[in-house]
């Protein structure tokens, strides 16, 4: 089939070239033309991995190509899906003015019946926002129906998410778009799940808010652990065992960030707010997350005192492993606090310092992880790179003033840190 792909982020860029991988014919346009310039050249503009591999293989195999004309992208397919961002507003809302513009350009192009697909992260309703806008600015007597296909992909695991899914969402007002729909995700082999248009759009943030509450959830329960010598490790397996609740997203962490969960929550409390909900319980995943951070701190300065001018080394920048994001990512974030404290920093991302660069001043980046302990009186741990588990750990401990290791991943076991001579605190674990 020929589909367009309209914004070339995280999103559009992984989802265009998966439906090229599986035979479709992909274009994918974006209005940043140095970015379409960098993909045409065989560039990549994010770390995602597998991604560039698949871009180049589908791009030489004719299937996957990148504009920045949306009257061309909207000529070639019969299929527009929009992925463009929906970022937050200050008061915790969605800025949707992508969505409208988009929508209207969309309008102006379309010649024919198309089915226009909304697979960014939008409120519940907006389905209806974006056909009311195509109808108010398309030429007379051009179909169309609007779909809404949220997407589930996780950064850093993409390529494998959408080859893969659980289940594909599809939200729809008429019938009439459901056999194209389950013909491009044929090959994907998953359950297509054929809903209406308001309950797709909330699958997706109440999804990701669930995800969120059980990461808090489990951050709770670690100040249990602390607080009674429990472990949050043994007691999220223990948990975990059971179907209804299952392992993942049980890991204690010095909480959660990214471009997702945060925004999501708090457009999520807001629509709840709209709709005439108070959606109290996510704004204690929130708090909760929030005080992960501040408890993680506090021990760090609990036990170093003073951390004007205390030497600490950082591993992991990103706001998760296998990724170069550094929106909203605790380690940034736990660094910025640190520093403001006065603490000096010596710090290591396999792939997020260049985009650390930009937002993170006055540390030294540091190139090899195991030359960051050198000279430090701390370090921490902030993302969960499972290199980081490779770590010289007698080189660090040698290296260093005082042997201390905070880990905010619970990468280590705490055990046979104290065998190797250190002083570990993690999350959750005595
Ligand atoms: C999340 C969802 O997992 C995807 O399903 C969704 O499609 C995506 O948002 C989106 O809306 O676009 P993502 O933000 O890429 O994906 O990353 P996650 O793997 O969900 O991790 C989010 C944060 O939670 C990270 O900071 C991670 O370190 C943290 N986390 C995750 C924990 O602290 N503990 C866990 O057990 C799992």
């Known amino acids: 089939m020929k589909l367009t792909i309209i914004g070339t982020g ?54 996957l190509s990148f504009t920045t004309s949306t ?37 102006g192009a379309v010649t024919s019946y198309k089915i226009i697909v909304d697979k960014s992260t939008v409120p519940v309703k907006t389905g209806e926002k974006v056909a009311e806008t195509i109808r108010r600015y398309c030429r007379a007597g051009v179909e169309f129906d609007v779909v809404s296909n949220p997407e589930f992909l996780r950064e850093g695991f993409a390529v494998e998410d959408l080859m893969k899914p659980d289940r594909v969402v599809v939200g729809v007002t008429s019938q009439r778009p459901v056999a194209a729909m389950r013909e491009l995700y044929a090959p994907f082999q998953a359950p297509i799940m054929i809903t209406d248009i308001n309950s797709a759009e909330l699958i997706k943030h109440a999804s990701n808010s669930f995800l969120a509450l059980k990461i808090s959830y489990i951050n709770a329960v670690s100040v249990i652990c602390e607080a009674s010598g429990a472990d949050v490790q043994e007691v999220a ?20 960030g990214g471009s997702c969960f945060p925004k999501d929550l708090s457009a999520f409390i807001q629509i709840a707010q709209q709709l005439g909900y108070d959606f109290a319980l996510l704004k204690d995943v929130q708090r909760i997350n929030e005080q992960q951070m501040e408890r993680f701190v506090k021990k760090i300065s609990d036990t170093l005192w003073v951390l004007k001018g205390k030497q600490i080394g950082v591993l992991g920048l990103a706001f998760k492993q296998n990724t170069d994001d550094v929106r909203m990512s605790p380690a940034i974030e736990l ?23 930009a937002v993170l001043k006055d540390v030294t980046y540091v190139e090899d992880m195991n030359e960051v302990a050198t000279g430090c009186d701390a370090l921490v741990i902030a993302t969960e790179w499972p290199q980081f588990k490779k770590l010289d750990l007698e080189r660090a401990r040698k290296g260093m003033t005082h042997p201390i290791m905070f880990d905010g991943r619970n990468l280590f076991d705490p055990r046979e840190m104290e065998r190797l001579g250190f002083i570990y605190k993690s999350i959750g674990r005595r």
Do not use: W
């Open 237 to 256: 397996n223990g948990m975990g065992m059971d179907v209804r609740i299952g392992r993942r997203f049980l890991d204690a962490s010095l909480g959660f």
């Open 335 to 357: 660094c910025q606090r640190l520093q403001r404290e006065g603490a000096v920093l010596r710090v290591y991302d396999p792939q997020a310092m260049e985009k650390a660069r």
């Open 10 to 63: 995280y999103v559009g860029l992984t989802t265009g070239t998966c439906f090229a991988e599986v035979g479709h014919h992909v274009t994918c346009v974006d209005n940043d033309p140095k970015k379409v310039a960098l993909l045409q050249s065989g560039g990549i503009p994010i770390y995602e991995p597998g991604l560039e591999e698949l871009i180049r293989k589908n791009v030489a195999a004719g299937r």
């Open 71 to 107: 009257v061309e992208g909207v000529a070639k397919s019969d299929v527009i899906f929009i992925a463009v961002p929906t970022p937050p507003l200050d008061d915790g809302g969605v800025d949707m003015s992508f969505i409208e513009k988009v929508a209207r350009e969309i309008a």
